[in-house]
Each structure stands twice: as structure tokens, then as C-alpha cells.
Nanobody
Framework: QVQLVESGGGLVQAGGSLRLSCAAS????????MGWFRQAPGKEREFVAA???SGGTHVKGRFTISRDNAKNTVYLQMNSLRPEDTGVYYC??????????????????WGQGTQVTVSS
């Protein structure tokens, strides 16, 4: 069982930056692939970025994903934020460590989400 806790969300003006963190429990974090998804009001959850156990990344858009296995943490660096980036951001994990892709069905564990609001 893996527990994920996101942090770092908040209110920011357009053009600003935020860094989201996702802290994972468990000793097997380094073998997991991790992903970030977001859900805007009235819309379906969508893929943002993913990183495999070896550090290979797949990013949709302007953001950067990274991981620190020593801290059991994955990050999402978001720069040049836009109002359309507003939503709840979720961290996800899969024991399929080589997977670093956009299919939410591949991820077994999810955090509770952190709200990001970008004002114009």
C-alpha cells in the first residue's frame, strides 16, 4: 500500500509559478512510476506529466516533473501559469515502474489532490 500526500497548491497570479510536491509512504517508492493529473471544474481528469522509476519523463505542456527518491517525493514545477491551469492537481503512483504515460487506469494509488487557482 502506498499513500500519497500532495502539497504546494494555492492562489497565484497569471505568469507566476508554483511547485507541487507529492510525498509517498513506503520503501518501494524508487521502483514506482509517478504521475500528475489535474481536474478543472466541470471537466474530466487530464494528464499533466509522468516520470518512470529511472527518471524518464513524459510531459504534456509547459511543466517539469522530477523526483527525489531519497525523500520519497515527486515534484511538479509549474511556471508561466495561466488561468486555464486552474484545477485540482492529483499525484498518482504505479508499481509498473517503467510506465511513464498518460493513462490514469495504469495508476493504482492516488492522493487527495491540491487546489491550484490562477487568477487573471
Amino acid at each position: 500500500q502506498v499513500q500519497l500526500v500532495e502539497s504546494g497548491g494555492g492562489l497565484v497570479q497569471a505568469g507566476g509559478s508554483l511547485r507541487l510536491s507529492c510525498a509517498a509512504s513506503g520503501r518501494t517508492f524508487s521502483s514506482y512510476a509517478m504521475g500528475w493529473f489535474r481536474q478543472a471544474p466541470g471537466k474530466e481528469r487530464e494528464f499533466v506529466a509522468a516520470i518512470s522509476w529511472s527518471g524518464g519523463t513524459h510531459v504534456k505542456g509547459r511543466f517539469t516533473i522530477s523526483r527525489d527518491n531519497a525523500k520519497n517525493t515527486v515534484y511538479l514545477q509549474m511556471n508561466s501559469l495561466r488561468p486555464e491551469d486552474t484545477g485540482v492537481y492529483y499525484c498518482a503512483a504505479t508499481p509498473s515502474g517503467t510506465y511513464g504515460g498518460p493513462d490514469p487506469a495504469m495508476y493504482d494509488y492516488w492522493g487527495q489532490g491540491t487546489q491550484v487557482t490562477v487568477s487573471s
